[in-house]
């Protein structure tokens, strides 16, 4: 990937989480209790969270899926490092678990692989 392409991608993800972050939640009641409040505020943001991260992660995956599904194997070999990275960042996140993200890695390494061969 170009440096601006780079750049671009990263704004693209910079605007997502905003969008998701401002995301509001519709409640029918509103608790009594501070604390109860401050919990629904911190739910939403990691909620918002979450739902980016699975987001962008989907959408790394997909793209090197793509250039599996075309047979283009020297796509999807660039591809997979921003895979990868994406999975790593969710699960640094806590937005999934280490041993999904490792799972995740490891067959889309072996489906790039297999089309390389």
Do not use: C
């Amino acid at each position: 990937m170009t440096a601006n392409a780079e750049s671009m991608k990263q704004e693209w993800d910079r605007k997502v989480f905003i969008a998701f972050y401002k995301f509001s939640v519709t409640v029918t009641h509103l608790p009594n209790i501070k604390s109860s409040i401050k919990s629904m505020r911190v739910d939403a943001k990691r909620r918002a969270r979450n739902v980016f991260e699975k987001t962008r992660m989907k959408k790394a995956q997909k793209l090197v899926l793509a250039a599996i599904a075309e047979g283009d194997a020297a796509k999807a070999r660039e591809l997979l490092p921003a895979a990868h990275k994406a999975i790593d960042q969710a699960a640094a996140n806590n937005t999934i678990h280490k041993n999904a993200a490792a799972r995740k890695k490891s067959k889309l390494a072996l489906k790039v692989n297999a089309v390389s061969a």
